[in-house]
């Protein structure tokens, strides 16, 4: 009998814990294969050369943890995701420079009248809407749709956790997680567009290549 008490106390104990443990683990994102580019520089191949992609933001960027076959995720509530969609069209300026050793120079986006997200409300009567993103792709059509739940959809759009980030919840806190859209897949089966990542270690660049998508 004061064998098994004893096991019951060490099981609450170690119990007790692996709780705190977990959430540490979780809010470092150890258990998902997904990680956000906080720690490296967000940049766009060009003609073999990185340029910085601002105003793309490292922070609502993500990548797979493997190697093989990396995917692009990118925040899909936040605007400048629009900044993608030029890069996939060309509709940008290179501006070289030397401030950085690391990197060639910046981007500079042109201006189009194309608009590639919209946040539009999809109404269920007189009074009542949901908020949706609805993407573009260059002819105008809608290629995805989104309902801005704040959530992953099931579909290209997935919850990711900010490594190391947490944020205040119903008096606790929780890992920071917010929805990326899988920016690779996207543009794959919608625009027949390849976006591979090349990952500098040495130096934290993480550098987008995009190209016409290779015949199937």
Known sequence: MKFRLKITIFAVIIGTLLIPAYFILQTYGVFQKEKVLSDYAL???????SYEAWPLINSFAAMDKEEDNRQLYYRV??????????I???EFDIRPSEDNPYLAGTVSYQSTENEYVKSEKQYTNAKDYTTVLNFYNQDKEVIYTYQDTGKGDGQL?????????????NGGSEAARDPYINVTALFHDKLDMDVKLDVDE????????????EAR
């Open 43 to 49: 940049a766009v191949n060009v003609n073999g050369k």
């Open 77 to 86: 509530d936040m605007n400048h995701i629009q900044y993608l969609f030029h």
């Open 88 to 90: 996939a069209y060309q």
């Open 157 to 169: 759009v997935q919850s990711i956790i900010h490594q190391g980030m947490s944020r205040s919840s």
């Open 202 to 213: 040495e130096h934290k660049v993480v550098t987008i290549r995009m190209n016409k998508a």
